[in-house]
């Protein structure tokens, strides 16, 4: 059976003396964007439903955080034993009610008291926080971040009263959004366009999905059609550019239903 010593040992042959001249220079910085582009083709292994690629994805994010993990072993900064030392006490902390005697009966419940336990680790580390915002990456995803500041604005009681309350002010945003159009100023209409996205991502939130998830999903599936689309063009020798706006519904239709149809199976 394979290890995690497997990886490191891989890690350290293609770093040594004798390895790898790319990979010896490498450092937790230059590693961390290899990690986000395998997160996110991870990502899209998992909209698609692709299990041969989801397992070779949380291979390759396996490998990346192996690999930076490594980096600060051969600086004696902490070792894998460290950092599961650590994450399994956090863990087992913030889940008192299953491996202590805390009671929760509701996920009302269950989310006060994982915040809870949040602010007090914050504390016992010595973190000072001028915001409730200051605790959102800045350098997270646009669509990401946006749900992180939602739901620490919503922790300190700022949210709407209910969805249709959120639904009626995406309704408000796309007017001042068609407004901002027809004025012509396109910063302005850019600004208004990010109000709508901003309030959609409030929507998912509420609805309990995760706005890059859903995202993900529908450009997945988007992508699955278009290429059906273009595989039937491509067999009849039609160019999509030559068809009428009619003709382009129907093919549209049929990589549709098409595509359900391989879903349904």
């Not at 439903?49 to 390759?60: K, T, Y």
């Amino acid at each position: 059976m394979e290890t995690l010593e497997t990886l490191f040992a891989i890690v350290r042959t293609l770093r040594s003396e004798n390895g790898c001249a790319w990979d010896r220079k490498q450092t937790p910085e230059t590693m961390w964007k290899c990690l986000a582009e395998e997160t996110y083709e991870l990502e899209e292994a998992i909209a698609k439903q692709d299990m041969q690629h989801v397992c070779e994805e949380l291979g390759d994010v396996l490998f990346q955080l192996v690999f930076i993990l490594e980096i600060f072993q051969e600086r004696q900064a902490f070792t894998l034993s460290d950092v599961v030392e650590q994450v399994a006490k956090k863990m087992i902390r913030r889940h008192p009610h299953v491996y202590a005697d805390a009671k929760v009966s509701t996920d009302q419940e269950l989310f006060l008291q994982w915040e809870a336990i949040k602010v007090l680790e914050n504390k016992g580390n010595g973190q000072k926080r001028t915001s409730a915002l200051d605790s959102v990456p800045k350098g997270m995803p646009a669509l990401i971040r946006a749900l992180k500041v939602s739901k620490c604005a919503v922790k300190e009681g700022f949210d709407w009263d209910d969805i249709h309350g959120i639904l009626d002010t995406v309704k408000e945003e796309i007017k001042e959004f068609e407004s901002a159009l027809k004025s012509g100023d396109q910063n302005e209409a850019a600004m208004e366009f990010g109000d709508i996205l901003f309030t959609l991502v409030n929507v998912a939130r509420v609805a309990q999905f995760h706005p890059e998830t859903a995202l993900s999903s529908s450009t997945a599936k988007f992508e699955g059609r278009f290429r059906l689309m273009e595989k039937e063009l491509k067999e009849n020798k039609v160019r999509l550019k030559d068809l009428s706006k009619h003709q382009i519904d129907l093919l549209w239709t049929r990589a549709k239903q098409s595509y359900e149809r391989q879903f349904s199976l």
